[in-house]
């Protein structure tokens, strides 16, 4: 069974730092890219950032460059989001995500996350 495990979301003070986890299990891990989306409160979907299968390639929602790093260990399964100088805006609960090969808009993510509150608030 494909499951995506989510953690490290919290309560932060604007520009403050969080490391957000995805854990992986259930598939071979480093056959795919990955990504991170989240949605704020009465919002949609937002993409924040992508990751190729082996971390050589790293691309970033414009918002979110010079802020966010996106990495991926594969030994370990695990995919990573690196946040740092939070704004309120950046509240959200943020969702790992698998593409599929080929990924394109139409075709999206085929697994999902539970997902992981952010909240960035003095």
């Known amino acids: 069974e494909v499951q995506l495990v989510e953690s490290g979301g919290g309560l932060v003070q604007p520009g403050g730092s969080l490391r957000l986890s995805c854990a992986a299990s259930?598939?071979?891990?480093?056959?795919?890219?990955m990504s991170w989306v989240r949605q704020a409160p009465g919002k949609g979907l937002e993409w924040v950032s992508a990751?190729?299968?082996?971390?050589?390639?790293?691309y970033y929602a414009e918002s979110m460059k010079g802020r966010f790093t996106i990495s991926r260990d594969n030994a370990k399964n695990t995919l990573y989001l690196q946040m740092n100088s939070l704004k309120s805006e950046d509240t959200a609960v943020y969702y790992c995500?698998?593409?599929?090969?080929?990924?394109?808009?139409?075709?999206?993510?085929?697994?999902w996350g539970q997902g992981t509150q952010v909240t960035v608030s003095s």
């Open positions: 995500a698998r593409a599929p090969s080929f990924w394109t808009r139409s075709r999206g993510y085929d697994y």
């Open positions: 259930g598939f071979t891990f480093d056959d795919y890219a």
């Open positions: 990751i190729s299968w082996n971390g050589g390639s790293t």
